[in-house]
């Protein structure tokens, strides 16, 4: 099974800052990999596709890229509705997995 | 718009049995990969199955092959997961998700098992 290892776990950060969540895939999956984000008490909600596509409506301050192994997500500048969990999944080769998520704090 | 509404969540005991539905709306559902996935009180998103609508496959987590029966009824748009052998590690909230590579997601269905 692939594993995903996502960095960092927890982050502080402040409303403007830019901040980057990585997920390192234990092989290679191309750039099979998409990013959500979830809020407290609500399903995930798809952002970024194919690695670096993003989903229609998500503001562009979001960014994906990667491909291989690493991956990153990017927030140019943080919004206050932007705290949340981010978790990368990867739908290269069964059975999918998922990073352990990164939960966003204000700081 | 894209619904999913799941059902079928409930308290059980060790070694029971469930079955979960999805019922879909909003989209040619014959035509999408589902996908059901799980999420534990407190921690992260545990993918659990697909079933790849071209072919008929299925594919599952380690954790939930052997007890886990993914399935669905093409003619009224729904998807089924049956859960037999539930031990209290399957206690999570069970979301419906479109698409193999979860592009829309529902908002879950609690499972709970326990004496």
């Known amino acids: 099974d692939i594993q995903m290892t996502q960095s960092p776990s927890s982050l502080s950060a402040s409303v403007g800052d830019r901040v980057t969540i990585t997920c390192r895939a234990s092989q290679g999956i191309g750039n099979d990999l998409g990013w959500s984000q979830q809020k407290p008490g609500k399903a995930p909600k798809r952002l970024i596709y194919?690695?670096?596509t993003l989903e229609s409506g998500v503001p562009s301050r979001f960014s994906g890229s990667g491909s291989g192994t690493e991956f990153t997500l990017t927030i140019s500048s943080l919004q206050p509705e932007d705290f949340a969990t981010y978790y990368c999944l990867q739908h290269n080769s069964y059975p999918y997995t998922f990073g352990q998520g990164t939960k966003l704090e204000i700081k | 718009e894209v619904q999913l509404l799941e059902s079928g969540g409930g308290l059980v005991q060790p070694g029971g049995s469930l079955r979960l539905s999805c019922a879909a709306s909003?989209?040619?559902?014959?035509?999408?990969?589902m996908t059901w996935v799980r999420q534990a009180p407190g921690k992260g998103l545990e993918w659990v199955s697909v079933?790849?609508?071209?072919?008929?496959?299925?594919y599952y987590a380690d954790s939930v092959k052997g007890r886990f029966t993914i399935s669905r009824d093409n003619s009224k748009n729904t998807l089924f997961l049956q859960m037999n052998s539930l031990r209290a590690e399957d206690t999570a909230l069970y979301y419906c998700?479109?698409?193999?590579?979860?592009?829309?997601w529902g908002q879950g269905t609690l499972v709970t098992v326990s004496s």
């Open positions: 909003g989209f040619s559902f014959s035509t999408f990969d």
């Open positions: 194919a690695a670096s």
């Open positions: 998700v479109k698409g193999a590579h979860c592009d829309y």
């Open positions: 079933f790849r609508h071209r072919d008929s496959s299925t």
